[in-house]
């Protein structure tokens, strides 16, 4: 941290705390914030804080992507700003043309289009190689077939990446990203919201894709079948997204956890008093704070250009596993209010779930271990 971070965390915070958290059951309980909010988020400078200021961004690092996520987690707001900024954005930036980011990344910026990556399929989830959606050449266009599912933002997107193959017969070779602008696109529909067992107020939606013609010059890279290539060339800082999450909702949790047992009387005496409680505490704590100490290793790797896709894959799954056993035994200590969703364990318990299956799931971060040390 930096003091100009310690500022952004401040403002962040505080934007967080009078806009988002009042609204947020209201926004779970219709299944997606409301599109003003967006806009918001856009003004206060959350949208592409690490993208160039020339093209619209806060001209900050990933460090404030960092900054944005933690708070978010602290605050228990459910908001797809992890996949717009720190997926999608770094995406144009890294691989579009610059006709390609002066096009969509002020207007991802302002919160005018909101991004979503559209890889998984009813189908094909874990085996990305194996996507069925089609963008096949016809004149000028790509027309593309097919259906994604378990999108984020997929309710309000209205700028999409979406992994096509564009040569059925290379494998990963035959993938390409190709971006769909969706409003007034003919052939494009939304499914169903999916209704969550948590992270309730951010949208996740079903996408059809049916002759959807776009031009030629939406792919993104200068040549098809460099998809695989560039999901893999991302996946490291994607990862960490989730990391951070997850180590900062452990001590959110031990957080919450210990203001209930100092007020909660057990046979005549406070919770927090009993052996049982303060070592339970003692361990999150312990467990928590390794986290923390890891992951921020992993984020100076990051902020270098040196984190390695081995490393991020460890602390993906590591900090994700932790976190649901550390609000599990959080959770525990609330007793029957554990289970209430009024009270923020019980909606972190049930937010924090997904975490050990996308962006990878655990038993593919364990895969990708693996296959360096054996
Ligand atoms: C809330 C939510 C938001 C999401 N957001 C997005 C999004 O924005 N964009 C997007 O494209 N996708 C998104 N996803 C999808 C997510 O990335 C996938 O669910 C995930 O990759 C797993 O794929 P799957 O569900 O098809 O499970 P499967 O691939 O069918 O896996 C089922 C089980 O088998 C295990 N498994 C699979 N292969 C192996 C293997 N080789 N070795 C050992 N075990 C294996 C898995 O770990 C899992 O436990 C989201 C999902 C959810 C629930």
């Not at 209201?26 to 599109?35: A, F």
């Amino acid at each position: 941290m930096t003091e100009e971070l310690e500022i952004f965390r401040d403002s962040v915070h505080k934007f967080l705390d009078k806009e988002f958290v009042p609204n947020q059951e209201r926004w779970g309980k219709q299944g997606y914030v409301d599109r003003e909010a967006w806009y918001r988020a856009g003004e206060m400078g959350l949208l592409c804080a690490s993208i160039p200021e020339q093209y619209g961004g806060g001209g900050g690092s990933f460090a404030h992507e960092a900054v944005i996520n933690i708070e978010m987690t602290r605050a228990l707001v459910n908001f797809g700003i992890g996949v717009h900024n720190g997926i999608l954005a770094h995406y144009i930036l890294a691989y579009g043309s610059e006709a390609q980011k002066q096009r969509w990344l002020p207007r991802m910026a302002t919160g005018e289009l909101v991004g979503a990556i559209a890889m998984s399929e009813p189908g094909v989830g874990s085996d990305l190689k194996s996507v069925k959606t089609r963008a096949v050449r016809d004149g000028d266009d790509y027309l593309i077939n097919g259906s994604k599912t378990f999108i984020t933002n997929g309710y309000h997107a209205n700028l999409i990446c979406v992994v096509c193959k564009t040569n059925p017969e290379l494998g990963a070779k035959g993938i390409s990203l190709v971006m769909v602008e969706t409003e007034g696109q003919g052939g494009f529909r939304r499914g169903k919201l999916l209704e969550k067992i948590g992270q309730k107020a951010q949208d996740t939606a079903e996408l059809f894709f049916d002759d959807v013609r776009v031009p030629q010059g939406n792919l993104l890279g200068a040549e098809e079948g460099r998809g695989f290539g560039q999901l893999m060339q991302q996946l490291p800082q994607e990862r960490m997204i989730i990391a951070l999450s997850a180590q900062a909702s452990m001590h959110r949790a031990i957080e919450f956890t210990t203001d209930y047992v100092r007020q909660r009387e057990v046979f005549g005496q406070q919770l927090s008093e009993l052996q049982n409680t303060r070592f339970k505490l003692a361990e999150c704590k312990t467990v928590a704070t390794i986290a923390t100490t890891f992951v921020d290793q992993c984020m100076m790797q990051l902020l270098a250009g040196q984190l390695d896709t081995t490393t991020a894959a460890m602390a993906k799954w590591w900090t994700t596993q932790k976190n649901c056993e550390v609000i599990d035994e959080c959770l525990q200590l609330h007793g029957g209010y554990g289970y209430i969703l009024e009270y923020p364990i019980a909606r972190m318990y049930a937010n924090a779930r997904v975490s050990k299956i996308y962006g990878g799931s655990n038993e593919i971060m364990k895969e990708l271990i693996a296959r360096k040390i054996t």
